[in-house]
Structures are given as structure tokens and as C-alpha cells.
């Protein structure tokens, strides 16, 4: 099982950062892990500081109301949360990273707002973070496939992809992603891509192929799903050629899946593709919420707090 005790969302105190906060109040209420709501400012309270004061109650308040719409009063006492106002941010991505490694977080679930052409030149905050962070991040973004809830909170997870491309960063994902879906009963869909072009076939055609490599992926995904995964759930395994992005988000379409995991700390992550990497496309083209799996660095534990205002001036 996933060991979720700490959970960063970063918010904006907007609408759409108010989703990824009911995906994260979900897990956390789920996983009784500490709930860290961030939220980031340019604002400079050396010039200003009666609006720093202010700044930070009405954020404190600002937060307590956000948790309320998606727990109700009556259980906003049974949930550790801690909200943080960080002041004078010139990256926001790189604060966010921050806070994470400061803060020993094991999760961090944020929004996309969904701009593709503009992140394709310039990056956006959640693929920054995507690349940086010093755990998984879970990535939400608008008009997708949703599994918590809007009027209960309650997580219904039913399948889960997990792109596998037998290294590190996919064994990574492997792990998340199948612990997940036995938390939660869901159906798994191993996914390989080859890189020449054909069809997606299913795991018990693939044996009758002439071409090796086909039966040489699908006997390696087989080994590679842990034995007791076949004990509480579904497992779907896919060989597919083609390009890895596109046949990824084929194949969530396809099969409605709820969840995408991906590993992604690896060379897939080169800053020099101009147009991105197959997990940068796939977070801009998602069906559906996109896990991105990273390994947890933690640095050294701090004293928790209720409310946080910090200056973070960059020379």
C-alpha cells in the first residue's frame, strides 16, 4: 500500500485550483495524511506590511472555507491541514518544489489549467513542478474524466493505466499505480508501446505474433505486475506500436480509464525537445487526472505551523 502522510496542494483560492484541493481533501481524509494547502503571492510585504498582516488572515480564512465545500463544518476538525502564504514568488513551480522538499511531502496534487500551445513553448507550472518535484505529483486538469465526488468526496477509482517501459521511472509508476488501484479494487491496464508502427492487440493474441518483440514485452509485463496484483483486481496487459503519447491517450480514451501513471524522473524529461516529452504531451492532452510517479527525497522534518507568511525574495 502507498504511504501517504503528507499531501501538498498548491491553490490559487480560484475555482479551478478548487478542484485539485477536493482531490486532495479526498486522499487525505482517505489516507489520514496531513493536508499542506500552499498558496503563492507576488506580493512584496517589505512595501507593504499592514497588508501582509491582512494578507495572511484572510488567506487562513480564505482556506478554512475551502476545505468546509468539500468536508462540511462538521468534519473540518477531523482533518490535519496546514495552510502556508509565501510572499514576493518569482517561480512559482520552483517555490512549489520547494515547500515540497521543506515540507517532506509524499504527494503533491495540483490543477493544469490546460494551455497546450503556450506550454509547449514556455512550460507551464504543473509540468515544472511534474519535473522537479521531490515526490509523485498528481495532476488534474478541466473537463476530464472525475473519480472523487463533487457532492461526497467519496474516491470511486475503477481503472488505471500504468504506461510501462520496463525502466526505473515505469517500476516506480508500477508500484503507485497498482497500490492505488488495490487500495481501491480498481481494474489495471499495463501498457507497453514499441516503437514501429501497428495495433494494439490484447495480452493472449500477442503470443500467436511472428514478431518477437511483441512476445518478448508482453512476457515482460507479465513478470513485471507483482503476483499478489492478481489476487484483488483485473489486470490487462497491452503491447502496442506507435508513438508512446499517442497510443497512451488512445488507449485512456478507449478504455475510459480514470487514472494515467507515468514515470518520468528519467532522460524522457530533456528540456531541449522543443514540442516536449511523451509525459509532457500526455499531461496536456489527458483524459483524465495524470500521476506522475518521482522518487520521495525528504529533507529534514520542521515544526508544523497553522499559517505560514513567508518573504521569498530571489537576488
Same mark, same amino acid.
Given at each position: 500500500?502507498?504511504?501517504?502522510? %503528507?499531501?501538498?496542494? #498548491?491553490?490559487?483560492?480560484? +475555482?479551478?485550483?478548487?478542484?485539485?484541493?477536493?482531490?486532495?481533501?479526498?486522499?487525505?481524509?482517505?489516507?489520514?495524511? *496531513?493536508?499542506?494547502?500552499?498558496?503563492?503571492?507576488?506580493? *512584496?510585504?517589505? &512595501?507593504?506590511?499592514?497588508?501582509? *498582516?491582512?494578507?495572511?488572515?484572510?488567506?487562513?480564512?480564505?482556506?478554512?472555507?475551502?476545505?468546509? /465545500?468539500?468536508?462540511?463544518?462538521?468534519?473540518?476538525?477531523?482533518?490535519?491541514?496546514?495552510?502556508?502564504?509565501?510572499?514576493? !514568488?518569482?517561480?512559482?513551480?520552483?517555490?512549489?518544489?520547494?515547500?515540497?522538499?521543506?515540507?517532506?511531502?509524499?504527494?503533491?496534487?495540483? %490543477?493544469?489549467?490546460?494551455?497546450?500551445?503556450?506550454?509547449?513553448?514556455?512550460? =507551464?507550472?504543473?509540468?515544472?513542478? =511534474? /519535473? +522537479?518535484? #521531490?515526490?509523485? !505529483?498528481?495532476?488534474?486538469?478541466?473537463?476530464?474524466?472525475?473519480?472523487?465526488?463533487?457532492?461526497? $468526496?467519496?474516491?470511486?477509482?475503477?481503472?488505471?493505466?500504468?504506461? &510501462?517501459?520496463?525502466?526505473?521511472?515505469?517500476?516506480?509508476?508500477?508500484?503507485?499505480?497498482?497500490?492505488?488501484?488495490?487500495?481501491?479494487? @480498481?481494474?489495471?491496464?499495463?501498457? &507497453?508501446?514499441?516503437?514501429?508502427?501497428? &495495433?494494439?492487440?490484447?495480452?493472449?493474441?500477442? =503470443?500467436?505474433?511472428?514478431? $518477437?518483440?511483441?512476445?518478448?514485452? +508482453?512476457?515482460?509485463?507479465?513478470? @513485471?505486475?507483482? +503476483?499478489?496484483?492478481?489476487?484483488?483486481?483485473?489486470?490487462?496487459?497491452?503491447?502496442?506500436? $506507435?508513438?508512446?503519447?499517442?497510443?497512451?491517450?488512445?488507449?485512456?480514451?478507449? *478504455?475510459?480509464?480514470?487514472?494515467?501513471?507515468?514515470?518520468?524522473?528519467?532522460?524522457?524529461?530533456?528540456? =531541449?525537445?522543443?514540442? $516536449?516529452?511523451?509525459?509532457?504531451?500526455?499531461?496536456?492532452?489527458?483524459?483524465?487526472?495524470?500521476?506522475?510517479?518521482?522518487?520521495?527525497?525528504?529533507?529534514?522534518?520542521?515544526?508544523?505551523?497553522?499559517?505560514?507568511? /513567508?518573504?521569498?525574495?530571489?537576488?
Amino acid at each position: 500500500m502507498v504511504n501517504i502522510e %503528507r499531501i501538498l496542494c #498548491p491553490i490559487d483560492l480560484s +475555482t479551478e485550483s478548487d478542484q485539485a484541493l477536493r482531490y486532495a481533501v479526498a486522499l487525505a481524509w482517505a489516507y489520514d495524511a *496531513k493536508l499542506l494547502m500552499l498558496y503563492c503571492t507576488n506580493i *512584496k510585504s517589505a &512595501h507593504a506590511p499592514i497588508e501582509k *498582516k491582512l494578507l495572511s488572515v484572510d488567506i487562513a480564512c480564505s482556506f478554512e472555507q475551502a476545505l468546509i /465545500r468539500h468536508l462540511g463544518l462538521a468534519e473540518l476538525s477531523n482533518i490535519k491541514w496546514e495552510a502556508m502564504a509565501i510572499e514576493n !514568488v518569482l517561480d512559482v513551480g520552483e517555490e512549489i518544489t520547494h515547500q515540497a522538499t521543506k515540507r517532506c511531502a509524499d504527494l503533491i496534487v495540483m %490543477r493544469s489549467r490546460r494551455r497546450p500551445h503556450s506550454a509547449m513553448l514556455l512550460g =507551464s507550472t504543473a509540468q515544472t513542478v =511534474s /519535473r +522537479t518535484a #521531490p515526490c509523485p !505529483v498528481l495532476v488534474t486538469h478541466p473537463n476530464e474524466v472525475e473519480w472523487v465526488s463533487f457532492s461526497t $468526496g467519496e474516491i470511486d477509482l475503477r481503472r488505471v493505466l500504468i504506461a &510501462h517501459d520496463f525502466s526505473s521511472d515505469s517500476e516506480l509508476a508500477l508500484e503507485l499505480g497498482s497500490s492505488l488501484a488495490e487500495e481501491y479494487q @480498481a481494474e489495471v491496464h499495463l501498457l &507497453h508501446v514499441l516503437g514501429s508502427a501497428g &495495433h494494439r492487440e490484447p495480452e493472449l493474441a500477442a =503470443s500467436a505474433w511472428d514478431n $518477437g518483440s511483441y512476445s518478448s514485452a +508482453t512476457n515482460k509485463l507479465q513478470q @513485471a505486475i507483482p +503476483t499478489e496484483a492478481f489476487l484483488w483486481c483485473n489486470v490487462v496487459n497491452c503491447v502496442c506500436s $506507435g508513438k508512446v503519447h499517442e497510443e497512451v491517450l488512445a488507449y485512456a480514451k478507449e *478504455k475510459a480509464i480514470d487514472l494515467i501513471c507515468m514515470g518520468a524522473s528519467g532522460s524522457d524529461w530533456r528540456l =531541449s525537445k522543443l514540442f $516536449g516529452s511523451n509525459v509532457d504531451r500526455v499531461l496536456r492532452h489527458a483524459p483524465c487526472p495524470v500521476l506522475v510517479a518521482r522518487p520521495t527525497r525528504h529533507a529534514k522534518p520542521i515544526a508544523d505551523h497553522v499559517v505560514e507568511t /513567508r518573504a521569498a525574495a530571489r537576488k
